[in-house]
């Protein structure tokens, strides 16, 4: 079946540092989403990603799409403690609606 | 706005028992769903909604039952709680169509001993 694979699972970095968190699927999607997810809390929505390889920027976020529009990443430049989370990606399951979530990257930031 | 309201935020059950998570949202959405999410692990599905009266199962129903005789209430039936069902559950809802964007509550946390 569909499948969403993201890696790494965790990541620990120490402020400043950069991070990366990518997302593979096993099929061609028609949009892929990022949800961030604070400790203790509930997924929120970041960013959708419509085109085959674009590229979105939120401040020290970005985004991108893969050309095949199986593959995204998040990189985020100089982590900051306010980013630790797990951040989601997601991408349309079949139809009607429904998501289909990878397993999340957990960032941790050290100050 | 209050956006995806779920109640109650924390419940402990005891093998056997059932219960209800309520979820309702005021945003007009016609999309909802219901996800579990355990410990270093993704949302996996487990009932969604598409407008009121219609329901269908996702990747993991078995356990619990689903009803949505409203546009804003999508509440999750536990029966027969298990172990197993220790989880974290999200509501979400959406418009759904190509955009999608999902809005969670901010979760029933449901420890079954």
């Known amino acids: 079946g569909q499948q969403v694979m993201q890696i790494p699972q965790y990541q620990h970095v120490q402020e400043g540092e950069d991070f990366t968190t990518y997302c593979n699927s096993s099929?061609?999607?028609?949009?892929i989403q990022w949800y961030k997810q604070r400790p203790g809390g509930h997924p929120v929505f970041l960013i959708q990603l419509v085109k085959s390889g674009e590229v979105k920027k939120q401040k020290r976020l970005t985004f991108q799409f893969g050309e095949a529009k199986k593959n995204s990443s998040l990189h985020i430049t100089a982590t900051q403690t306010t980013d630790v989370g797990t951040y989601f990606c997601?991408?349309?399951?079949?139809?009607?609606?429904?998501?289909?979530f990878g397993q999340g990257t957990e960032l941790s930031v050290k100050p | 706005n209050a956006g995806v309201t779920q109640t109650p935020k924390f419940r402990i059950l005891k093998i056997g028992q059932s219960m209800t998570l309520q979820c309702t949202q005021d945003m007009n959405h016609n999309y909802m769903y219901w996800y579990r999410q355990d410990p270093g692990m993704g949302l996996k599905l487990i009932y969604y909604s598409v407008g009121a009266g219609i329901t269908d199962k996702g990747e993991v129903p078995n356990g619990y039952n689903v009803s949505r005789s409203t546009t804003e209430d999508f509440p999750l039936r536990l029966e027969l709680a298990a172990p197993s069902q220790t989880s974290v559950y999200f509501c979400?809802?959406?418009?759904?169509?190509?955009?999608?964007?999902?809005?969670f509550g901010a979760g029933t946390r449901l420890s079954v001993l």
């Open positions: 099929t061609t999607l028609s949009n």
């Open positions: 979400a809802s959406s418009y759904g169509g190509a955009k999608n964007i999902q809005y």
């Open positions: 997601a991408g349309p399951y079949n139809q009607g609606g429904k998501l289909i």
